[in-house]
């Protein structure tokens, strides 16, 4: 609004001043040649004015006065009010016949009315003067329209600048309502709600946003509530059969050795129930833990570690363990991650194996990176299993695991700490033949400082 009153007021400035110079221009026009003809008068008196005022025609002006030095009006046009043998007391007047030229532009009732004079000089004085006054209802006219073109445009732009702002501030806040209600929704839990608005504004790119947001909100979740509940279903197992075995030896009356077997099988269920409490501690520190220490590893050292621990259970389960190591497979990774990665899927390879079976590891060295592959030849995993084996809880054959004492948790750490240390994992397996992980981490050259150092 400010800039269209703005706009109004400078172009009828504009305008005014245009014409008001035009009508200068004009006016000197026609004084001057009359000056010069009353200057080469020898005298000025009311019969040469008239005489010169006839020879040069018509001059296209309201009123001409031509009054001599003391003011008198030798000669005035003015057909009503003419003041020809009175003194004129006007400011035009009394300023040229000081001798200066003036002139003085109005425009008033869409008319423009102008007045100028310029003195008559004889040898540096002036003897008299000459007046002009002039009224132009046409000029006048043209910039009244003008002025009210201007003014309806600025209305009409006003107007619909004005409809316009209300409506685009109405569907704003119907969109931004639609938005809140849903952020005020999310607050109190609930993320089926949607936000669907068209378009592809910034409030529509929030919306989309702010829907992922939800779903993501909504998955975590989902996600959080099924762990909770797989869980507790998992620790109730355990639990349940050692109340069952505590009761048995409360009410029942038993003799001494079958009360050793109730209470190793006690021990034996507490053992699992310590193990998966622990695996579940793992799991929440590698998904929380934010910055690992990462250090040179040596993967040859950390596979023969691993080696070291499971040849009892390998021996026991009667399973060979063998290994084949490339030179110089050096990552740069947390070293207990790496250890927890080989043993899990080792030990795995040794669990799920048939007796005289054998697991073999084998280390790669690529040009930018490592390979870590654990081949077994034990019971492998069927196609439809092998899209959730590393998943939380989940075991193929559950009877299978938990008396091979697994928890279904090891592959989902394994997961996390390979992606932790900026690796991947692939897995392929055939039924009845075995199965085959690999673990692939980016290599790490040790310069030969380093190794001296070591
Ligand atoms: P668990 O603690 O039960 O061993 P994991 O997460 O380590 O849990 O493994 C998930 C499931 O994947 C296991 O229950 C098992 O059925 C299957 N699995 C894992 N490794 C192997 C393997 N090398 N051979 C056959 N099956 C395997």
């Known amino acids: 609004m400010l800039i269209l009153v703005f706009v109004n ?4 400035t504009q305008t005014r001043n245009l014409m008001f110079q035009t009508k200068y221009a004009a006016a000197m026009d026609k004084l001057q040649p009359l ?7 020898d005298n000025l008196t009311a019969e040469s004015a008239s005489q010169v005022i006839a020879v040069l025609g018509d001059l296209h002006v309201g009123r001409v006065v031509v009054t001599d030095a003391s003011g ?26 000081c001798g200066n030229d003036t002139f003085y532009c109005v425009y008033e009732n869409a008319t423009l009315r102008s007045r100028a004079s310029m003195p008559v000089m004889a040898y540096n004085e002036p003897i008299g003067c000459v007046f002009i006054a002039d009224s132009d209802a046409e000029q006048g006219q043209i910039i009244a329209n003008l002025e009210r073109n201007i003014l309806q445009a600025s209305m009409i732009l006003e107007l619909a600048i004005i409809l316009l702002s209300v409506l685009f501030s109405y569907i704003g806040s119907i969109r931004m309502r639609k938005i809140l209600l849903s952020v005020r929704m999310a607050r109190e839990g609930e993320y089926s709600q949607k936000i669907r608005l068209h378009g592809g504004d910034e409030l529509s790119k929030l919306a989309v946003e702010f829907n992922k947001l939800t779903e993501r909100l909504q998955a975590s979740e989902d996600a959080q509530k099924q762990f909770v509940s797989d869980a507790s279903h998992e620790l109730k197992t355990p639990l349940a059969s050692i109340k069952l075995l505590s009761d048995s ?3 029942n009356e038993m003799d001494a050795s079958t009360m050793r077997e109730f209470v190793t099988d006690i021990g ?12 579940l501690l793992t799991l929440n520190h590698t998904e929380t833990a934010e910055n690992v220490e990462h250090e040179v590893v040596d993967l040859d050292d950390v596979v023969s570690r691993v080696f070291r621990m499971l040849v009892p259970l390998a021996a026991d389960r009667e399973i060979e363990l063998t290994g084949s190591f490339a030179h110089d497979c050096t990552v740069l990774s947390a070293e207990d991650d790496i250890y927890q990665i080989v043993f899990n899927l080792v030990e795995n390879g040794i669990k799920y194996n048939h007796s005289q079976g054998s697991v073999h ?3 790669l060295r690529g040009d930018d990176d490592v390979m870590i592959v654990i081949e077994d030849t034990g019971s492998g995993i069927p196609k439809d299993a092998l899209g959730h ?5 989940y075991r193929v054959d559950k009877a299978r695991s938990r008396q091979a004492g697994g928890s279904g948790l090891g592959l989902s750490i394994v997961k996390e700490l390979v992606s932790r240390n900026l690796g991947t994992i692939h897995v392929s397996s055939t039924e009845d033949v075995g199965t085959r992980f690999t673990v692939t981490f980016p290599f790490f050259a040790i310069s030969e400082e380093q190794e001296h150092e070591e």
């Open 361 to 363: 590891v084998t280390l």
């Open 249 to 251: 030896i409360l009410q």
């Open 389 to 393: 084996i590393f998943e939380r809880f």
């Open 9 to 12: 007021i400078y172009s009828a």
């Open 72 to 97: 008198l009006a030798l000669y005035d046009s003015g057909t009503t009010e003419s003041e020809q043998g009175k003194y004129v007391l006007s400011e035009e007047i009394h300023q040229a016949l």
């Open 35 to 41: 000056v010069s003809s009353f200057e080469t008068l």
């Open 268 to 279: 034996t269920e507490a053992d699992r129930l310590t193990r998966m409490t622990q695996k």
